[in-house]
């Protein structure tokens, strides 16, 4: 079964599209607010060296989304589908991140909700990797009914290994609207 990793979602209060390399400038705009950053495991990625990185990660997982706020228009944030793995009916979303100016407004539950939605038709697992300090996502993730499973050193393009835990979510368990 083929998945299309970038397909465009949307509800009424984001947009999913695929990620484009025209992007970078808008993105930057919204990452280069370093309190986005600071429990993340790089800390540095509102550097615009440092996001090149990312963003270079992103355009080439093939499975980045650019996250737009349907009210205004804006970019508001990133995330994406990364390590598909057809054998074991899995797949892995993260990378996410978004303006401040959202945080707390229930963006991450709407933009969660359609990339589950979405891939629970092909896959019966979702795993996340969030970082061991990043509090505010793990506190997030368990708010979706994700669980932690593991830990895991994960290499981010171009950075070095940091720890993460690992959080999964299956079709059953999954309640979203």
Known sequence: MN???????????????????QDFEMLYNVAADPAIWQQHPNKDRWKKDVFSTFFEGAIQSGGAFLV??????????????????????????????YATAYWGKGINLA???????????????VYFHIGAEN??????IARLGAIK?????VTYFGETPKLNF???ITKVAASLT
């Not at 509090?135 to 997030?140: C, D, K, L, P, V």
């Open 111 to 125: 933009v969660k909700a359609l990339l589950l939605n979405y891939i629970f038709k092909y896959v019966d697992k």
């Open 68 to 97: 737009i706020d349907k009210t205004t228009g804006l970019a508001i944030g990133s995330t994406r589908f990364y390590d598909y793995n057809s054998k074991d009916n899995n797949i892995f979303i993260g990378y996410t991140f």
């Open 135 to 140: 509090i505010r996502s793990q506190i997030a």
């Open 166 to 168: 690992v959080y999964e």
């Open 3 to 21: 998945v299309d990793l970038q397909p465009t979602l949307e509800n009424e209060r984001v947009i999913l599209r695929p990620l484009q390399q």
């Open 149 to 153: 499973v593991g830990q895991q050193e």
